[in-house]
């Protein structure tokens, strides 16, 4: 691996969100926004809210209209942003080793830009290259590459120089049909899963790290 480019996911890598958005899911989602079944939360981790919404509504039914949920949406992200969260150990440094490498770093997101405001405002995650939300592109987010594709244009490469690092299964889907060399960040909530679509699989932030700056552990 050899990249110009590191283009990061937040949910889940830069952030330990997903455990927050699980919950939020079996309490409200799942027991009551769908009128049957019993979805896994892999099904729709990594995928932007408002097609999480369509893809419930079009494989399970939904008892609420698409502006309801959205909005309970935004109302959850309030407070799991802007106080639950935490930043993964050892990200300011990473940020700030990949610049003094010369590697272009950026957030490439499902969450909205004002979700990522947040984080970025509250770890104080700048400079970045480039932040890009799935709201930004007029094509489908996760799993279809075109987010990962859309990053790579705007920085004025070819995905294949850059490397992502992701954690669903939906993330790393788009990422390797971009033809990114895509790293599967493997931590709690996704442990049990099966990661083995990445082009590599790391365990943790040291692992990370080592990865990213061609380090030894």
């Given amino acids: 691996m050899?990249?110009?480019v590191?283009?990061?996911?937040?949910?889940?890598v830069l952030v330990d969100s997903e455990q927050y958005w699980h919950a939020f899911e079996d309490d409200w989602v799942f027991a009551e926004a769908i009128e049957d079944g019993d979805p896994a939360h892999e099904e729709i981790t990594g995928m932007n809210f408002r097609e999480i919404y369509d893809y419930l509504?079009?494989?399970?039914?939904?008892?609420?209209?698409?502006?309801?949920?959205?909005?309970?949406?935004?109302?959850?992200?309030?407070?799991?942003?802007?106080?639950?969260?935490v930043l993964m150990d050892g990200a300011e440094a990473l940020f700030s080793d990949l610049r003094?490498?010369?590697?272009v770093v950026a957030i490439v997101s499902s969450a909205p830009q004002?979700?990522?405001?947040?984080?970025?405002?509250?770890?104080?995650l700048d400079p970045l290259d480039?932040?890009?939300?799935?709201?930004?592109?007029d094509k489908p987010g996760k799993p279809e590459p075109h987010i990962y594709e859309h990053a790579a244009a705007e920085l004025g490469v070819a995905?294949?120089?850059?490397?992502?690092?992701?954690?669903?299964?939906?993330g790393i889907e788009s990422a390797v049909r971009s033809g990114a060399y895509t790293i599967a960040y493997r931590i709690d909530h996704n442990a049990a899963l099966d990661l083995s679509l990445?082009?590599?699989?790391?365990?943790?932030?040291?692992?990370?790290r080592a990865a990213l700056l061609g380090e030894d552990e």
Wanted: charged share 35%; proline share 2%.
């Fill in 2 to 4: 050899d990249a110009s």
């Fill in 6 to 12: 590191v283009l990061f996911d937040m949910d889940g």
């Fill in 57 to 85: 509504d079009e494989t399970y039914g939904t008892t609420v209209s698409k502006d309801e949920f959205v909005a309970a949406y935004h109302e959850n992200a309030e407070e799991l942003y802007g106080e639950n969260v």
């Fill in 100 to 103: 003094t490498a010369g590697k």
């Fill in 114 to 124: 004002a979700w990522i405001s947040t984080v970025r405002e509250r770890f104080d």
């Fill in 130 to 137: 480039l932040v890009l939300s799935a709201d930004d592109i």
């Fill in 159 to 170: 995905p294949e120089d850059c490397v992502v690092v992701e954690d669903s299964i939906n």
């Fill in 198 to 208: 990445a082009d590599e699989i790391v365990d943790g932030p040291e692992e990370l």
